[in-house]
């Protein structure tokens, strides 16, 4: 017997949705009956994405952005609400290594900080303070499970959810390299944390997932090297698909997680247990 999620028919924001966790979440979404807005850089990867699909047009919008153009990106999330009635669902899953990822601290330039934290942190920061002005608006999604489980009325509110998409990186720092994506990630708790404190008594929840080795898009180029490390160090003797990071957040934005908020979901297989 399946478990149901409950009601998952809002509409779900989905940044860096053009490849690797962020389209596994737009598969795992569109396959619960949300709405989807998909937001990415690789405007060939969205529209291979929608077409993959195969929603109708009231129920899809792709929409080609960098997300450090925060005041083109205000101005279409401001758009959503009245072409598919609102946004439920936030998953920010764009994210960069940065320039020269294996140089040292003392050997930065300044420059390979900037493009790390605008879009590691910078952009999600600004990306929620937009979307959370509109939450804070609209009703929240009915619940099934209070009608089908007979649960308490109020316990499964949802106006809105966010996850963000940090890092094994988010909790420690395992290496003398990566600095500026070893900081943004961290940051990037502060940010769920902040959110969640915030405004998880007004019907929004934020919580973050912190995944370690997965197959995506973002470390295609060292692949294999990551395979190997991952067999030596992670418990589980593998790298993580990114399905199984974009179930995760599906989950934590239904019903079924409704008291979870602030937290931050391991998804490393064990390594942060070593």
Request: aromatic share 4%; with cysteine.
């Amino acid at each position: 017997m399946s478990l149901s999620l409950g009601n998952m028919n809002g509409v779900a924001l989905i940044t860096g949705a053009a490849s690797g966790i962020g389209r596994e979440c737009a598969l795992a979404f569109a396959r619960c009956g949300s709405k989807l807005v998909l937001v990415d850089r690789n405007l060939e990867g969205l529209e291979a994405l929608k077409k993959q699909l195969r929603l109708p047009e009231d129920r899809i919008i792709v929409e080609q952005i960098d997300v450090t153009n925060i005041v083109a990106l205000a101005h279409f999330i401001r758009t959503i609400p009245k072409r598919l009635g609102g946004i439920h669902f936030l998953i920010q899953c764009s994210g960069i290594l940065g320039p020269d990822y294996d140089v040292p601290l003392h050997e930065l330039p300044e420059k390979h900080w900037g493009l790390v934290i605008d879009i590691n942190l910078k952009a999600p920061a600004l990306i929620t303070r937009e979307v959370v002005r509109l939450m804070l608006k609209q009703e929240p999604l009915p619940s099934v499970l209070e009608k089908e489980e007979g649960r308490k009325a109020g316990t499964c509110t949802r106006r809105g959810v966010i996850i963000n998409m940090g890092s094994s990186a988010s909790l420690r720092a395992r290496s003398a390299s990566g600095a500026p994506y070893i900081t943004s990630k961290h940051g990037l708790i502060g940010l769920t944390k902040v959110t969640a404190v915030s405004y998880g008594g007004q019907g929004i929840r934020c919580n973050a997932l912190a995944p370690g080795f997965v197959a995506t898009p973002l470390v295609a180029g060292i692949a294999s090297k990551v395979e190997q490390v991952a067999r030596e160090v992670v418990p589980q003797r593998r790298v993580a698909e990114a399905v199984e990071i974009a179930e995760m957040a599906l989950f934590l934005c239904s019903e079924r997680a409704n008291y979870s908020n602030g937290s931050i979901i391991t998804m490393d297989g064990g390594w942060s247990a070593t």
